[in-house]
T-cell receptor, first 117, second 112 residues
Framework: AQKITQTQPGMFVQEKEAVTLDCTYD???????LFWYKQPSSGEMIFLIY??????QNATEGRYSLNFQKARKSANLVISASQLGDSAMYFC??????????????FGGGTRLMVKP | AAGVIQSPRHLIKEKRETATLKCYPI?????VYWYQQGPGQDPQFLIS???????DKGSIPDRFSAQQFSDYHSELNMSSLELGDSALYFC???????????FGQGTRLTVV
């Protein structure tokens, strides 16, 4: 079964508008972390934001915020005031277990975001 | 700030050849991960190392091997290359106790 599901293969958003990228996850662990990465056409994987399963507040990093709904197992990424440079592939990922001792990230299929001028 | 360094950035090999990809983690990071991303695919976990010991193994073919050295850099060795091995190979590093895993810029391997 898919552990991370991103249901939007591609999305358009008008420049300066906000956009929500969906991510649902599946785990039986109580301790886990959720990540969003941006992958521009150049290929590098850029870390955007992290939410731990025990974090009560939604994570925010500048124009990025994570809408964490634990009961629904969703971790949607909200990008406010979209910019042309936001056009990229966005991956949601999960790590089961909270520390980094070799625990791998499992990625969703990605959402390609295209910002229109 | 120093980031994860991968070399080479691009590599072209013929079928049945061997390739070695290198990864230099962020200084003081003790964990290294390798991922493979095929064209139009999401990254797939291959293998990880913590304190120079293999800690987890994913869908890594038997033709591939990897290790982490005493200076924490890691190498992914790929033998008997196949056309299907053409992909972007990422290395990521992290430090136990921190949440983020930082990725390198990737090595794009093309097998012809």
């Amino acid at each position: 079964a898919q552990k991370i599901t991103q249901t939007q293969p591609g999305m358009f958003v008008q420049e300066k508008e906000a956009v929500t990228l969906d991510c649902t996850y599946d785990t039986s662990d109580q301790s886990y972390g959720l990540f969003w990465y941006k992958q521009p056409s150049s290929g590098e994987m850029i870390f955007l934001i992290y939410q731990g399963s025990y974090d009560e507040q939604n994570a925010t990093e500048g124009r990025y915020s994570l809408n964490f709904q634990k009961a629904r197992k969703s971790a949607n990424l909200v990008i406010s005031a979209s910019q042309l440079g936001d056009s990229a592939m966005y991956f949601c990922a999960m790590r089961e277990g909270l520390d980094n001792a070799g625990n791998m990230l499992t990625f969703g299929g990605g959402t390609r975001l295209m910002v229109k001028p | 700030a120093a980031g994860v360094i991968q070399s080479p950035r691009h590599l072209i090999k013929e079928k049945r050849e061997t390739a070695t990809l290198k990864c230099y983690p962020i200084p003081r990071h003790d964990t290294v991960y390798w991922y493979q991303q095929g064209p139009g695919q999401d990254p797939q976990f291959l293998i990880s190392f913590y304190e120079k010991m293999q800690s987890d193994k994913g869908s890594i073919p038997d033709r591939f091997s990897a290790q982490q050295f005493s200076d924490y850099h890691s190498e992914l060795n790929m033998s008997s290359l196949e056309l299907g091995d053409s992909a972007l190979y990422f290395c990521a590093s992290s430090l136990v106790g921190l949440t983020e895993a930082f990725f390198g810029q990737g090595t794009r391997l093309t097998v012809v």
